[in-house]
């Protein structure tokens, strides 16, 4: 136990973190800044050898801290780290933490340019960081030669060894290290560095690789095993930065776009599970090639890794039949944590590399859903926050820290492009944003590849190499957003056709009108069956939320936050006036990107975060819409924009809505006391499952 300071004592700032506290003279700085909870590296154990542990004092009157730092306030350089200079170079200006001692009130900054540091930015808009505190560890030691006289076994001292410089106890060896010890402690003149596995609940530490010499490399993986893309980031283990990330096209796509054509797949085809978990390791491994080529890293340097899915990518990656997912009650095979070698499902890493899934919420809630709530935390404040992932299968999560409910709603692939007459995935070429005058009707857009509007000058130049091709999910949501603004559709989602005579936008199809919203080759039109598709996406992924919201005993949000790709690119205020989302303020609503993945890198860095998840996955409460009566009833309000029966007074006071009108089908006015309901209204009343 360290004795207490005292007010003599030498006072150290550790920049950019700003823990600051007072050391006697003499004290390592390496071990000031574990003291303080700063974390700089060390792989050798303060052998001055690794030279991760490097720092720089700051000199000058630093008035603001009440301290004046100066490098004579720092021992001098001793011979271990005058030959790891000579050796391997020093910057100037940087020390060797391990080496040297406080000897008056300093400053030290800990160098952001080099991989030593202990966090990582989770994402760009987020200051908050992920604190390093690994479930692998990287342990060099010296060991004692054998010993005629002392007839202990190579491997027993280097057990020795570790529990000696690193305090490790109940160690255990991954077998296939046993044969290889002797040759590898002699090939490093008896030094060799050892990976220690350590679960943060487990009193066993395991070396699961070990190098001869100093080894200063260590890599892990953080996958987000999508239904239609696979994300992966190579993330050092030692310094938290990410090497290198990659994504891909989940193969499974061939056997079904959507997750329950992939489940009938496997119902109707003997091989079908085999063949799709071929098909989406053998994309992982590929994935795994491409940011190992980036980063310029070995596989055999990559010792962790953590994986996040949804049920049936989880369950189709482990070699686990999903057919019981396929029925009520949606039965998991496996819903807690996953942890086995990486080579028991064919991945070739390191040898003894580990490899984690995050627990699974639900049958159709799954480890995707947990690592979005790790990563955004719902959890941990007193807001009541609603995370919304939006897929062909929308996952929602509602809570703060006194309660978390979760739930998945059947939105369909309406959002993604399938259904709708003009569209198609988010690629180059494809519409994104729309904007429709009210008073002319007529729109602007812009397609993904060019940063220009549609009626501005230079906009066909910029868009000749890839065209107008379609609409993808974000321009979907802008435009029938869009429509319902400036009137072109009623709240019951009706084209309005008595337009026709005011723009030649609106033109007859059938009984119906449809909105044209790009003229030419190919044209592209908003027909009353993709308004409609629409509408029952966003009103059953509105219902799930609204079941949540009743569970909470609450009638609002405070905060509203956006995953996934998708959800990246959707433009707040547009979602609400769809009627996507309940009314929030719209600064309280934004997208969070691939919180999945972020989730996933949490994991990887540090072991607290996987016990805290399995905890609150634990007590998270999971809602099964198809069985809770009033989702049919919360359905059929939500197919209005952007509600039948639900205000949205932030909403109005951020955004001109139009008065309410409705249309009869074909699209004739109505009045709104005598108006008919469309007919997938009324299939939804008589029940949607």
Same mark, same amino acid.
């Given at each position: 136990?360290?004795?207490p ?34 974390y ?13 542990c ?21 021992s ?16 100037e ?27 990582t ?58 044969p290889?010890v ?73 056997f ?28 992982v491994?590929?994935?795994?090639d ?51 070698? !990486?080579?028991d499902?064919?991945?070739?890493? #390191? ?26 935390g ?39 492009? !399938?259904?709708?007459?003009g ?10 944003r729309?904007r ?23 906009f ?68 009353? #069956? ?43 205020k ?12 719209l ?40 069985l809770?009566?009033k ?44 108006r ?14």
């Amino acid at each position: 136990m360290n004795p207490p300071p005292n007010i003599t004592d030498p006072l150290v700032l550790f920049m950019p973190s700003g823990k600051r506290g007072r050391f006697p003279v003499g004290t390592p700085v390496l071990d000031a800044a574990r003291q303080l909870g700063v974390y700089v590296e060390s792989v050798c154990g303060g052998r001055a050898t690794c030279g991760r542990c490097q720092i720089e004092v700051q000199e000058g009157n630093f008035a603001k801290h009440k301290i004046v730092s100066s490098n004579d306030h720092i021992s001098p350089k001793g011979a271990k780290e005058e030959r790891y200079e000579r050796v391997r170079g020093l910057p100037e200006r940087r020390r060797l933490s391990c080496s040297a001692q406080i000897l008056g009130d300093l400053v030290i900054d800990v160098p952001q340019d080099t991989v030593i540091n202990a966090q990582t930015i989770r994402k760009d808009a987020d200051t908050r960081v992920i604190a390093r505190d690994t479930a692998i560890r990287m342990c060099y030691v010296e060991i004692e030669e054998p010993d005629m006289h002392k007839p202990l076994g190579d491997l027993d001292r280097l057990k020795i060894a570790l529990m000696k410089d690193w305090g490790l106890k109940n160690l255990e060896f991954d077998f296939y290290l046993l044969p290889q010890v002797q040759g590898i402690l002699r090939k490093g003149n008896w030094t060799a560095t050892a990976a220690i596995h350590k679960d943060a609940d487990s009193d066993i530490a395991r070396v699961i690789a070990l190098w001869p010499g100093l080894k200063n490399e260590a890599y892990g993986l953080a996958c987000d095993i999508g239904s239609t893309t696979i994300a992966m980031h190579l993330v050092s283990l030692l310094s938290g930065r990410v090497a290198a990330s990659s994504g891909t096209s989940n193969p499974q796509i061939r056997f079904g776009e959507d997750l329950m054509s992939r489940v009938s797949y496997v119902m109707m085809n003997p091989d079908g599970r085999e063949g799709m978990t071929v098909a989406v390791r053998e994309a992982v491994s590929g994935l795994v090639d491409k940011v190992c080529a980036e980063g310029n890293v070995q596989r055999a340097d990559i010792l962790d890794s953590v994986f996040v899915g949804n049920p049936i990518m989880h369950h189709l990656f482990l070699g686990i039949d999903p057919t019981e997912l396929g029925g009520a009650p949606f039965a998991l095979a496996v819903s807690g944590a996953v942890r086995i070698k !990486a080579s028991d499902i064919g991945l070739k890493l #390191n040898q003894g590399a580990r490899l984690y899934m995050l627990p699974c919420i639900a049958g159709h809630v799954g480890a995707d859903a947990a690592a979005v709530t790790l990563s955004e935390g719902p959890h941990r404040q007193d807001e009541m926050m609603l995370i919304v992932d939006v897929g062909t299968n929308a996952e929602i999560v509602l809570g703060n820290r006194t309660r978390v409910v979760a739930a998945s709603s059947p939105t369909g692939p309406a959002f993604e492009g !399938a259904e709708i007459s003009g569209g198609q995935r988010a690629a180059p070429g494809a519409i994104e944003r729309v904007r429709i005058d009210p008073d002319t009707l007529e729109p602007k857009y812009r397609v993904i590849g060019s940063e220009l509007w549609s009626d501005q000058p230079g906009f066909a130049e910029s868009v000749q190499a890839t065209g107008v091709t379609g609409i993808c999910g974000s321009g979907i949501i802008e435009v029938i957003a869009e429509m319902y603004l400036s009137g072109i559709i009623s709240e019951d989602g009706v084209v309005d056709g008595s337009l026709s005579m005011r723009s030649p936008r609106i033109v007859p199809n059938g009984r119906t009108f449809s909105y044209v919203l790009k003229e030419g080759e190919p044209k592209i039109t908003i027909t009353q #069956n993709d308004v409609r598709a629409i509408q029952l996406a966003k009103a059953a992924l509105y219902a799930g939320t609204k079941l949540l919201m009743e569970k909470q005993h609450t009638d609002h949000v405070d905060r509203i936050h956006f995953a996934g790709a998708f959800g990246s690119f959707i433009d707040p205020k547009y979602a609400m006036v769809l009627g996507l989302i309940p009314d929030c303020d719209l600064d309280k609503v934004s997208a969070v990107g691939n919180a999945a993945g972020a989730g996933a890198r949490m994991a990887l860095l540090n072991r607290g975060y996987r016990r805290e998840i399995e905890e609150t996955v634990s007590r998270i409460e999971k809602i099964e819409t198809a069985l809770e009566p009033k989702f049919q009833e919360h359905f059929v309000y939500a197919m209005a924009l952007p509600n039948k029966v639900d205000p949205f007074p932030k909403l109005a006071a951020a955004v001109k809505l139009p008065p309410r009108k409705a249309m009869s089908e074909d699209g004739a006015a109505g009045d709104a006391t005598s108006r008919r309901r469309s007919r997938e209204e009324r299939a939804a009343r008589r029940g949607r499952g």
